[in-house]
Nanobody, 123 residues
């Protein structure tokens, strides 16, 4: 069973950048597609981005397209979310997720979730 540990959250001013990391403790990391979700206070969880097993295919929510970049390093068992041009409305708890199938944008029935880390964007 894969376990995910996230790092890299925090406080940033609007227009700034942050990079989130998600390290997986599993021997076959390349067998898992990876994704990122976020949940703002009082709101439902939203899909942010996903990446395929080998990293050749990515997909983004419209709200982050052109500002966020998802990537992965299968040698390091780690997925990344580079967040640029951050806006106050990006403030949320961010979660990484893993699944042996394609990451569903609903977030339902995924194999594993990270612990979540708050990202706060001040105006």
């Amino acid at each position: 069973q894969v376990q995910l540990v996230e790092s890299g959250g925090g406080l940033v001013q609007a227009g700034g950048s942050l990079r989130r990391s998600c390290a997986a403790s599993v021997r076959t990391f390349s067998s898992y597609a990876m994704g990122w979700f976020r949940q703002a206070q009082g709101k439902a969880r939203d899909f942010v981005a996903r990446i395929s097993w080998g990293g050749t295919s990515t997909y983004y929510a419209d709200s982050v397209k052109g500002r966020f970049t998802i990537s992965r390093d299968n040698d390091k068992n780690t997925s990344y979310l580079q967040m640029n041009s951050l806006k106050p409305e990006d403030t949320a708890v961010y979660y990484c997720a893993a699944d042996r199938r394609l990451i569903r944008t609903t977030g339902e029935t995924l194999d594993a979730w990270g612990q979540g880390t708050l990202v706060t964007v001040s105006s």
